[in-house]
């Protein structure tokens, strides 16, 4: 069973400039979510998904970030405009809802902001 | 609100060695439970999980866990260290369809 897939795995850009990261799910899987991770921390949610549906964005700074899931499977997050304190790992995860719902994260792409 | 805390940032182990890692929680319900390992540039992998039941848990790689209701624990422990095994470990605490509250991690690093 393949897993979480993201593109790109780095990303460097300038302050000002944006950016685009891109999530496919484990197939099947109806929830997928974005989370941050500053160097040094844990993962943060930025936003949740169940099929095409937002359940939770509250932590996602609406100024500059957004994401999308259109048709309830892959996913974009983009950056607009990017910002120093936005260097980050960005961590997409999904799973299948249910008693004993587990989350499985795909490798992560390392944004640099200059 | 659910918090995690790990309360060690770095650990140094001799290889062969026994280990464990803390974490303790906070949360309103029932938790669920996992620790998630991470390599330098990799993801998160999941190691194991707690959701009901025996409060002694066995994951991958020969780790196992155990829940401690009284305590708020849910440590990390593994019986014999192995080179491989250096990573930072990552607890984590949510509940059926909610999101998941990470601790900050514990940093392993494993002496020859």
């Known amino acids: 069973e393949a897993g979480v897939a993201q593109s790109p795995r780095y990303k460097i850009i300038e302050k000002r400039q944006s950016v685009a990261f891109w999530c496919n799910p484990i197939?099947?899987?109806?929830?997928l979510y974005w989370y941050q991770q500053i160097l040094g921390q844990g993962p943060k949610l930025l936003i949740q998904f169940q099929n095409n549906g937002v359940v939770d964005d509250s932590q996602l700074p609406k100024d500059r970030f957004s994401a999308e899931r259109l048709k309830g499977v892959d996913s974009t997050l983009k950056i607009q405009p990017a910002k120093l304190e936005d260097s980050a790992v960005y961590l997409c995860a999904s799973s299948f809802p249910g008693p004993q719902e587990t989350q499985y994260f795909g490798p992560g792409t390392r944004l640099l902001v200059l | 609100a659910q918090s995690v805390t790990q309360p060690d940032i770095h650990i140094t182990v001799s290889e062969g060695a026994s280990l464990e890692l803390r974490c303790n929680y906070s949360y309103g319900a029932t938790p669920y439970l996992f620790w998630y390992v991470q390599s330098p540039g990799q993801g998160l992998q999941l190691l194991l999980k707690y959701f009901s039941g025996d409060t002694l848990v066995q994951g991958i790689k020969g780790f196992e866990a155990e829940f401690k209701r009284s305590q708020s624990s849910f440590n990390l422990r593994k019986p014999s260290v192995h080179w491989s095994d250096a990573a930072e470990y990552f607890c984590a605490v949510g509940a059926r369809g909610s999101t998941l509250t990470f601790g900050k991690g514990t940093m392993l690093l494993v002496s020859p």
């Open positions: 197939s099947g899987h109806a929830t």
